[in-house]
């Protein structure tokens, strides 16, 4: 099992410029995240989904779409990027229930110039 | 998401002695989790409390939750070069199955 993967690893974007982060589980998972990670900070929730077909804000969307392909697969979408989404993307999944604990993935460092 | 605060921020340490990180809320929480995120790596999940006064023991970590599960403990014991990262607390369970990130503490060791 490869757990929970994202791509890219790495992108530069520039002012304006629009770009899509993707994630996969294989846990069959109920539940995904996308965090961010800015140095000081900790980890940020942007977007949940509870299930397949549910999507809610978190702490920090603004800037920020994301969809719910299927069970497997929670994307993220800078529509206009900005310097200030520069940071670390971190996609998460758990079964939903309770106090299940959280797998993430390897991260995406992105910058935005 | 209930709100943690994470003391102190950051702790440097000489290979061997102890170190310790603080969690602490000003609600009662329902269970705690805590992370290990290595440098350039992601978060793993290290455990998860949910008795009030628990205290469970991984190798040289223990991890200890209040009487009053207000605030959450993780100690390491004759810290090594592997220990190196930063730890984080999260409070979990209840009726919100969310996240919600402590700040974190970042141990460095010097070896």
């Known amino acids: 099992n490869a757990g929970v993967t994202q791509t890219p690893k790495f992108q530069v974007l520039k002012t304006g410029q629009s770009m899509t982060l993707q994630c996969a589980q294989d846990?069959?998972?109920?539940?995904m995240y996308w965090y961010r990670q800015d140095p000081g900070m900790g980890l940020r929730l942007i977007y949940y989904?509870?299930?397949?077909?549910?999507?809610d804000k978190g702490e920090v969307p603004n800037g920020y779409n994301v969809s719910r392909l299927n069970k497997r697969e929670f994307s993220l979408r800078l529509e206009s990027a900005a310097p200030s989404q520069t940071s670390v993307y971190f996609c998460?999944?758990?079964?939903?229930?309770?106090?299940?604990?959280?797998?993430f993935g390897p991260g995406t460092r992105l910058t935005v110039l | 998401g209930q709100q943690v605060m994470q003391i102190p921020q950051y702790q440097h340490v000489q290979e061997g002695e102890d170190f310790t990180t603080y969690c602490n809320s000003s609600?009662?929480?329902?269970?705690i989790q805590w992370y290990k995120q290595r440098p350039g790596g992601h978060p793993v999940f290290l455990i998860q409390l949910v008795k009030s006064g628990e205290v469970k023991k991984q190798k040289r970590l223990t991890f200890q939750f209040g009487e009053a599960k207000k605030n959450s403990s993780l100690h390491i014991t004759a810290t090594q070069t592997t220990d190196v990262g930063t730890y984080f607390c999260a409070p979990s369970g209840g009726s919100n199955y969310k996240l919600t990130f402590g700040k974190g503490t970042l141990l460095t060791v010097n070896p």
């Open positions: 846990m069959n998972h109920n539940s």
């Open positions: 989904s509870a299930s397949e077909g549910t999507t």
């Open positions: 998460a999944s758990n079964t939903g229930y309770g106090t299940d604990t959280q797998y």
């Open positions: 609600t009662t929480l329902s269970n």
